[in-house]
Each structure stands twice: as structure tokens, then as C-alpha cells.
């Protein structure tokens, strides 16, 4: 099937034309959304199937970069870009289809360097035309255009007049989008650029971002100004009027105060509800309307329910009539006042019409005191946040709050002091490495409390250490990037060394996970890069420190056992010898008679029988021998050496420990691990991985620090 552009439909074969763009769009935007859209375009790619769905893309598969800021060919920069960014379908088209014209823009200097001039204009056509061709609509195809056309300004452009350039162009909301991509694009080239900081132009778009909410503030409060001088002069007047309930006062206070209140009301409380649309609101009704008014004005609800009983119900018509609300907006239920069970059954019942994931707003400001006990309730077991208008000074001659007074009060849930409790409960367990158990209370935490963005971060975080302890490193790839896609929501709760931390956590169980999960990926792949491997290493090194911590010593060995393992498996890989099958033929020339000899002489150092022939299948003993007899830089000799100690010394020292854990009950034998085994089999291991660290200069303090769990500090429960 061959992708081409939409025919009129008054052509023979439109329907089927039509049909078959069809199918192709959604297979290529399920492929997007996925969770790893790389995997599935890879698979595309060896079915032969890209170049029918995307043959500019096809094009790149393979296409050298040849410039030191790449790693990656066309193809696979893309992926990984695509990878990076979440899952909008918007961004990820740009993120896919960024480069897609780098084929046919390459050049190459006199020093053997590529490069693609013009690319991003070149690619932004190119992708107008492929998602035109897929029929998408105007404004889609646009959007995206307009992302990649700009992917490049994080280099180009260092000033705020280009930046608002940009941001007048594309809108607040694609330019966020931009700043994805630019992120993800940046992470995508060589270790050494994806090092950068953050450039100028996003310092600069943050910081105008800044300055516009400050401009915005001080517009706000320059007409709050002026609002509440005018709001003193009318309040005057009204007081000035006579008696309470004195017909000219109350008409005075209803067309000329209050619609004054009104808006100073709303203007003063918008910021607390932090620009967070409330899905619905359930309130009591009693013989004062105008609390409820400005409650419904300030928070705009989709939907409400009034609770009125037959003495209250008339003030519905000037509820309505001053808020605008429309027919299918609300509904009212009559209801005893001092019947409480028919109150909170009120509220279960719009709870589980209007949906548990909503926000929704118990205003508890009319009505009488038992209607108000019956709300609550339902509001501190339903999870649903109380609120209502109060006064800093009520006028009592007049019944009435003093105009400008009125406030928006959020109640505090009574599970917020019952929460305190729980979340310290929670803390203790993620400090002891309880992750499953502190994801449950965190996780309870996040669905009650009324501001749940901490438990929340908690809760994904605690379950992403889960997850790795577990080895099931995708999810907990998945539970990461839920804290890192919403740094606005999550970011306050950490501090900044700890979202990177974070951060790099997520890209090392993400790299290291995609060995382990794809089933056709062989260990020789996995052994043969040293950032996968080093990843999986240490993920395994904190998992066996948690348990050590624990007292689970035999877990903890078995942990530290299978990094003895990968070490030596890792060296022998590098010369193209798999453990599982060695091939001695395959090493150019090897001299296997003499390998065999020195393999034979430290066997008989260790009092082990001899080898007729090299081992084709090589246990951890045999490899760490092997490695001695074809005097690898990384072998027990030199590190005896580097540590100023007799080969055969550590040799002996090294079967002990290695015959001692092979006892355990976990190995092959009958024994428990106990504490002081455990301490001297890990000093040996940590002699070995800051050896090979050395060897392969790899930073082994700092990737150990960047992959240990977050620590919350004390009382931040």
C-alpha cells in the first residue's frame, strides 16, 4: 500500500482510497502513543512495512549523521526523540518527523563532517505535506509545521524579541510543546550535548513567562484598586440609607453593592483556586442567597446540585437569575434539614455520577447547621473539598457581611490530621525500603486529601523503586515519567539535585529495560554496551543494599552474586566469547594451547582438576579464570596487584567466597547467609566493580549516588 495524496471524491476508488489512508493513520498514531514509540517503528522497519506507511522516514533508516553531535543515524535520533517526549500526538509527530529531510539536505565539509543546512524548513515542508496526505486537519498539520520549522531556535535565537517571536507564532501552548521537543532533541545527540543545561532561549521563554504573570497580577490588583474605592463609596451610601430591611436600602444593596461585591469578590479569590477548573459544586440552600452566588460566580462549576428543603426553595430563581447558569447545568433536591442520611446520600449519589477523578466542591455556606454536618461528611468521606464563604466583619444591624469583606474559605478536611499520621507511617516504610507498603499509604493519601500533588509524587516514586526491586524495570521506567512529565504538579515537592537524580534513574532503568524486555534482543547486545550494563549493575547493587539493610543477606548475596557474573561476562563479550556458548574460533589470533595452559596452571593453584580443552559453557569461577589466562586488563591478578596483594593470595580468597555463598540456601546448598558473610562477600565485589570501573573509566561514585533511592528528610512527613 503506497501512501498518496486524498483524491476527489467524486473519483472512482475514493471510498477505498479514503478507507486505506484510514488504516494507515491509526497504525502510525498507535504506534505514536505507544509507550515506546521507537519499538514499534523498529518493527516496522524489519517487516519491510515503513517504506508503504512513511517512506520519507524509511529514507532515514540508516543515514549516517556523520558529525560528532550525533551518536545515532536519522532514524534511530528520531526514535529516540519520539521516545522522550510524552504522549501527545501533536508533539510526537513533530518529535518523528523533526529531521525527516535530513537525507536530502546532507553535506559533508572538507574535514569529513556532515551537515544538513536548512533542514528544519525543509523537514516542516515535508511533514505539511506527509500528515495532508494522511488527512489530518488544517490546524493539526500547522501546529506541527510550525514546531519542527522552530526546533532549531534553542541554538539560533538569544533574545527576548526573538523568543516572542516565537511564542506570538506558535501560542502559549505549542511553545510549550517546543520546549518538549527542544529537550528531547537535546537528550537525543551525544552524551556530551545531552549534558547541556537548559539554553538561552528557554531561560529567556521561562522568564517572560514570569514577567507576564506579574503583569497580569499587577493588572489585577490595579483594578481591584479601584474596584473596592468604588465598592467604599457605594457601602457608604447604602449605610447611610436608614434601617435594616428599610425597602430603598435592600434595593440599594441588590442593584448598586452587590453587583460591586461581585466583582471584587472574584477578582480578590480567583488565585486560590490555582487555575483548576472545578468539575462540580453540591451546596445547601438556606434564606440568604448571596454567599451562594458569589460562590458559584468565583467557581465557574460544569455542573451543580442544590439541597434545598421546601421553606428555601424560592431562592433558587435569584441563584440562577444572578449566576447565568443554565438548565442543564444544575438540579435541586428537596431534603429534610435535620435529616442527615438523606444529605450525605445526596452526595454519594452526584459523587458517583459526576466521577471519583473529578473536582468537585462541597460549599457548606447556606443552609442550617445539621444540613452543614450532613455535607461534611460526605465531603471527609468522599474526598471532596469543603469551602465556603466567609466574612471578616458582618454587619449585625443589617444582617448582612461589610461589602468587600467575603472571602472563600477551603475547610480542612478532618482526614488531613488522620493523613499527618498515616503519611508518617508511610515515610517509615520507604525509609526501611517498605516501597510496596509506603505505595498503599501514599497512594490512599493521594486519593483523600485535598491537595494530593505530594502523596501523589510519593506514591509513583515509592512504586518506581517497587517496581526495580521487583526487576520490572519498564513499569518503573513508566512510574518515573509520571513525576518528570508534570514538573510544575510534582517538581516543588523535590529539590533540584533530587529530580535530576530522578531524572537519570529514568533514562538508565528505561535503557536498561529495553534489553530485557525485547525477547529477540541477545545478551551479547546487552554485555556489549557498557551504559545498559552499568545501568542494570547498579540497579541490582541498591537492590542488594535495601536488603541488606533488611537482614535479608541470602537475597542480598544472590544480588551481589549475579554483578560477579555480568563483570566477567562483560570483558569475556568484548572479545566476542558468550558464556553461554563460547565459540574460541571467533577471537582472531587466539592461541588456545597456551590459553589453556595458563587456565590450566591457576586451576591448579585453586586445587581444581584440569581442562582437556577451553569450557564452552563458562561458569563465574571458569570466566573469572579464563579472563587470567588471556590477561585481560580486567582480572584477579591485576587487581591483586593494583591493591598490592599476591595473586595466589586473592585467588584463595576469592574460591572461599565463592564457595561460601555457593552453600546458601538460595545457591545450592542448605545454609543461611549471615551477616558477616555477607560483608566480606560484598567487600569483594566492591573491590571488583571499582576495578572495572577503573578499567573502563566509568564514574562508579557518581552513577552509584545518581541511582540510589530518593531520601525524604526528617519531618517531612
Known amino acids: 500500500m503506497t501512501l498518496s495524496r486524498p483524491i476527489p471524491s467524486n473519483t472512482p476508488g475514493f471510498a477505498a482510497e479514503t478507507q486505506a489512508t484510514e488504516d494507515i493513520r491509526r497504525e502510525l498514531e498507535a504506534a505514536l502513543l505507544s509507550a515506546r514509540p521507537s519499538d514499534s517503528f523498529r518493527i516496522l522497519v524489519r517487516e519491510n512495512r515503513l517504506p508503504a506507511l512513511l517512506p520519507e522516514l524509511a529514507a532515514c533508516v540508516g543515514f549516517d549523521q556523520r558529525n560528532p553531535r550525533h551518536h545515532l543515524d536519522v532514524f534511530e535520533h528520531s526514535l529516540a526523540v519520539a521516545d522522550g517526549t510524552p504522549p501527545d500526538l501533536l508533539l510526537r509527530w513533530a518529535a518523528l518527523l523533526h529531521d525527516v529531510a535530513k537525507p536530502l539536505c546532507f553535506s559533508m565539509d572538507e574535514k569529513g563532517i556532515g551537515h544538513f543546512f536548512a533542514h528544519d524548513r525543509k523537514s516542516a515542508e515535508m511533514a505539511e505535506d506527509i500528515l495532508r496526505q494522511l488527512c489530518y486537519p488544517e490546524d493539526f498539520v500547522l501546529r506541527v509545521r510550525g514546531l519542527i520549522h522552530y526546533h532549531m531556535t534553542r541554538i539560533f535565537f538569544h533574545t527576548e524579541r526573538a523568543v516572542r517571536k516565537v511564542r506570538r507564532k506558535l501560542g502559549n501552548e505549542d511553545t510549550e510543546r517546543l520546549l518538549l521537543l527542544f529537550e528531547a532533541d537535546r537528550r537525543a545527540h551525544s552524551p556530551e550535548e545531552a549534558s547541556d543545561g537548559p539554553t538561552l532561549f528557554e531561560s529567556i521563554h521561562r522568564r517572560l513567562q514570569e ?355 555480568m563483570m566477567e561476562q562483560r570483558r569475556l563479550a568484548l572479545r566476542d566469547i558468550d558464556t553461554a556458548k563460547a565459540d574460541y574460533g571467533v577471537i582472531e589470533g587466539l592461541d588456545e594451547k597456551s590459553v589453556l595452559t595458563a587456565f590450566n596452571k591457576i586451576r591448579q593453584v585453586l586445587k581444581y582438576s584440569q581442562f582437556s580443552a577451553l569450557p564452552s559453557e563458562i561458569s563465574l569461577l571458569n570466566g573469572y579464570t579464563l579472563l587470567e589466562a588471556l590477561d585481560d586488563p580486567f582480572s584477579i591478578g591485576r587487581l591483586a596487584s593494583a591493591k598490592g596483594d599476591k595473586p595466589e593470595k586473592y585467588w584463595s580468597m576469592f574460591k572461599k567466597q565463592i564457595e561460601r555463598r555457593n552453600l546458601s540456601i538460595l545457591a545450592h546448598g542448605y545454609e543461611y547467609i549471615s551477616r558477616k558473610d555477607y560483608s566480606e562477600f560484598k567487600r569483594l565485589v566492591d573491590d571488583l566493580l571499582a576495578f572495572l570501573a577503573d578499567v573502563e573509566g566509568f564514574d562508579l561514585d557518581t552513577g552509584k549516588k545518581a541511582m540510589s533511592a530518593i531520601e525524604f528528610e526528617p519531618g517531612e512527613e
Open 211 to 565: 514577567d507576564e504573570k506579574k503583569e497580569v497580577a499587577f493588572r489585577m490588583e490595579n483594578e481591584l484598586k479601584l474596584l473596592t474605592e468604588e465598592l467604599e463609596q457605594a457601602t457608604r451610601e447604602w449605610m447611610t440609607l436608614g434601617e435594616k430591611k428599610a425597602p430603598e436600602q435592600n434595593a440599594f444593596y441588590t442593584e448598586t453593592v452587590f453587583p460591586l461585591v461581585k466583582r471584587c469578590f472574584v477578582l480578590k479569590e480567583t488565585p486560590k483556586l490555582a487555575n483548576r477548573p472545578v468539575d462540580g459544586m453540591i451546596m445547601t440552600v438556606g434564606t440568604s442567597p448571596e454567599p451562594l452566588i458569589l460562590s458559584i460566580l468565583l467557581c465557574r462549576p460544569s455542573e451543580v446540585v442544590f439541597l434545598h428543603t421546601r421553606e428555601t426553595e424560592d431562592e433558587l430563581d435569584r441563584i440562577i437569575e444572578d449566576t447565568g447558569l443554565r438548565n442543564r447545568q444544575w438540579k435541586k433536591i428537596c431534603v429534610g434539614e435535620t435529616n442527615l442520611p438523606e444529605i450525605y446520600r445526596a452526595c454519594v449519589d452526584a459523587w458517583t455520577e459526576w466521577g471519583q477523578d473529578k473536582r468537585i466542591l462541597v460549599d457548606l455556606t447556606g443552609g442550617t447547621k445539621a444540613m452543614a454536618a450532613g455535607l461534611m461528611a460526605g465531603a471527609a468521606t468522599l474526598n471532596m473539598q469543603a469551602v465556603s464563604v466567609a466574612n471578616t466583619r458582618f454587619v449585625r444591624e443589617y444582617r448582612k457581611p461589610y461589602p468587600g469583606s467575603e472571602y472563600l474559605d477551603f475547610l480542612q478536611n478532618p482526614y488531613e490530621v488522620f493523613g499527618t499520621l498515616k503519611r508518617r507511617e508511610a515515610t517509615g516504610l520507604y525509609q526501611r525500603h517498605d516501597f510496596q507498603g509506603a505505595a498503599a499509604i501514599y497512594g490512599d493519601l493521594a486519593r483523600r486529601v485535598a491537595r494530593p500533588d505530594r502523596d501523589e509524587s510519593r506514591f509513583y516514586l515509592s512504586s518506581a523503586y517497587e517496581s526495580m526491586d521487583g526487576l520490572n524495570l519498564k513499569t518503573a521506567s513508566e512510574w518515573l515519567d509520571r513525576i518528570l512529565e508534570a514538573p510544575n504538579r510534582y517538581g516543588p515537592h523535590f529539590t533540584g539535585e533530587q529530580l535530576a537524580r530522578i531524572r537519570k534513574q529514568r533514562d538508565a532503568v528505561r535503557l536498561a529495560a529495553g534489553y530485557l524486555e525485547d525477547r529477540r534482543t541477545d545478551a551479547m547486545s546487552l554485555l556489549k554496551d557498557r551504559a545498559a550494563l552499568f545501568s542494570l549493575i547498579l540497579i541490582l547493587y541498591h537492590n542488594a543494599e535495601r536488603r541488606d539493610d533488611q537482614g535479608k543477606w541470602d537475597t542480598a548475596c544472590l544480588f551481589m552474586y549475579r554483578i560477579m557474573e
